[in-house]
C-alpha cells in the first residue's frame, strides 16, 4: 500500500501561482512515476504532469511554460509549481503514483481544490 498526502491548494487571482506537495509513505518502490491530475467541475480526470525516479519529466501542452514538476526522491515527494494561472486551471488536483513495472497498480491522493476567480 501506499498513501499520498496532497497540500498546497486554495484559491489565487488570474495570473497568480500556487505550489502543491504530495508526500508518499508506505511501501514505495522503484522504478516508479509520480504525477498530478485534475478534474474540473463536470469534466473528466486528466494528466497534468507525472515525472518517473529517474526524473523525466512529462507537461501537458495545456500547462508546458506555466507549470513545472519536481521530485525529490529521498523524502518520497513530487511538487508542482503553477505560475500564470487562469480560471481553467479550476479543479480539484490529485496526486498520483504508479509502480513502473505494474502501471495498473496506481494509487491517488485525496485531492486538493485549486480555484483561480477574480
Known amino acids: 500500500q501506499v498513501q499520498l498526502v496532497e497540500s498546497g491548494g486554495g484559491l489565487v487571482t488570474p ?8 508526500a508518499a509513505s508506505g511501501h514505495i518502490s522503484s522504478p516508479n512515476i509520480m504525477g498530478w491530475y485534475r478534474q474540473a467541475p463536470g469534466g473528466q480526470r486528466e494528466l497534468v504532469a507525472h ?3 529517474d526524473g523525466v519529466r512529462h507537461v501537458v501542452d495545456s500547462v ?8 525529490d526522491n529521498a523524502k ?5 509549481n503553477m ?7 479550476t479543479a480539484v488536483y490529485y ?5 513502473t513495472p505494474a502501471p495498473g497498480l496506481e494509487y491517488w491522493g485525496q485531492g486538493t481544490q485549486v480555484t483561480v476567480s477574480s
Open 76 to 80: 518520497n515527494t513530487v511538487s508542482l
Open 83 to 89: 505560475n500564470s494561472l487562469n480560471p481553467e486551471d
Open 51 to 53: 515525472i518517473d525516479s
Open 15 to 22: 495570473g497568480g501561482s500556487l505550489r502543491l506537495s504530495c
Open 95 to 99: 496526486c498520483n503514483y504508479k509502480w
Open 64 to 71: 508546458k511554460g506555466r507549470f513545472t514538476i519536481s521530485r
